[in-house]
């Protein structure tokens, strides 16, 4: 049995010997019924499963490149994700002191132990096979991998969220992802992700790579980036800033105005603001702030998701319409009120978090411990 959606291209092991490991730079595998036959007593088929993301990065130049990119010190413990059939750990533990290659395909792991042992490499690897997402990572200096697409926003969380502390992380990620985690405010691909990872990490541009230097050959192209981890991080409660940005995200380009009118988002953060006002005795009710709220603006929209945790346990009319004003009260107070967040640079953004708070309105309902890892924010990036 094979993986639940696997390539219907195949490749022998004599191919992927041939082409996986030594093809030429931008060489395309065309699979051709004379060489599949011949070889087919010989050894044995590898299917590539699309669903892990099993494209192989043949070109020689851009291996190269990344590893030159990537700033590896001899003395360095390197972290790869998904290596594959090895093409790039074989450079990377000629440039550093230790791999730790996570990889959850055992025919890959086989064929990576095997190859790495040819070239007496082995006392340098460490193979973890098992799911990247699933497996507590051990310290590593830094991250260079070509990623499978699939699994882009949960590991960046994870890495960048982690417990691990690490100098930089240079992926190879499809085209689109890379040029959201690289958006400024303003820009159209502009969104959660970025300003969540661009709260704590840097992400600068490295280099494209064309769809053509992979096999078989993807229908994305694709680009390199690192992420290097601020020294400096705002001193935020992390679980509190991304369960706003997913609020304010949850309509882009609507008017945090709009957003925040919507009835379903009201209770939820009236119930979530009441749980952290009741454990410090500060419940939230009433309105500190000279504004008002009319009904008749309120709007309804069914096409939203419903973001609350089961029954928000709503108060008397009157208590939501007090905090209805004070939320207003809030955007209007620092101008937010007819901003969208896709222009909003991280800083304006941190602003209207803390406006929130001291009026105490909250969008998560603990306090992260200090120091806590930060598992949940990065769990809340599903694939
Ligand atoms: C894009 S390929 C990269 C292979 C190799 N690094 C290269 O550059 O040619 C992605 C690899 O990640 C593996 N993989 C997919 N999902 C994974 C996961 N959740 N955890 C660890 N490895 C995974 C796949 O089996 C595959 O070998």
Redesign the pocket.
């Known amino acids: 049995m094979h993986g639940p959606s696997h390539f219907r291209r195949h490749l022998t092991g004599f191919l992927l010997r041939r082409h996986l490991l030594h093809t030429k730079p931008g060489r395309r595998y065309v699979p051709r019924n004379d060489d599949v036959q011949k070889k087919d007593n010989e050894e044995k088929h590898m299917f590539l499963y699309k669903s ?6 043949t070109n020689p130049r851009v291996l190269d490149t990344i590893v030159r990119k990537s700033n590896i010190k001899p003395t360095d413990t390197v972290l790869e ?5 090895g ?2 750990t074989l450079r990377l533990l000629q440039a550093a002191q230790r791999v730790v290659a ?4 055992t025919r ?1 792991v086989e064929i990576l132990r095997k190859r790495v042992a040819e070239h007496g490499l082995e006392d340098q690897l460490t193979v973890i096979c098992k ?3 699933k497996t507590d990572f051990p310290q590593f200096d830094l991250v260079v ?4 697409y699939g ?1 882009s926003s949960p590991l960046v969380a994870k890495l960048v969220f982690g417990a691990n502390p690490f100098r930089s992380a240079t992926l190879l990620l499809q085209k689109e992802f890379a040029r959201r985690l690289l958006a400024n405010p303003g820009d159209s691909e502009f969104n959660r992700l970025a300003v969540n990872v661009k709260l704590v990490a840097e992400v600068e541009f490295v280099m494209d790579v064309s769809k053509r230097d992979f096999l078989p050959c993807p229908k994305v192209d694709s680009s390199v980036v690192t992420i290097r981890p601020k020294a400096e991080v705002p001193n935020v409660d992390l679980n509190e800033w991304c369960a706003f940005t997913r609020t304010c995200f949850s309509k882009k380009n609507k008017t945090l105005g709009a957003t925040f009118k919507h009835k379903r988002r009201v209770m939820e953060l009236w119930r979530l603001s009441n749980l952290r006002g009741s454990e410090t005795g500060n419940a939230v009710s009433g309105c500190n702030y000279d504004c008002s709220y009319d009904e008749d603006e309120e709007e309804e929209d069914g096409n939203e998701s419903d973001e609350g945790n089961g029954d928000p346990s709503p108060g008397s009319e009157m208590e939501m319409s007090l905090f209805k004003e004070k939320i207003n009260g809030v955007l209007k107070l620092g101008g937010f009120d007819d901003k969208r967040p896709a222009k909003l640079s991280g800083k304006e953004l941190l602003q209207l978090l803390s406006l929130f708070n001291q009026a105490g309105i909250h969008f998560h309902d603990q306090a992260k411990p200090r120091n806590a890892d930060n598992i949940a924010v990065a769990a809340s990036y599903s694939t």
């Open positions: 892990w993301g099993q494209h192989i990065l994700i998904g290596p594959g059939t093409n790039l996570v990889e959850l395909d890959m799911d990247a997402l991998a070509n990623i499978p699994i």
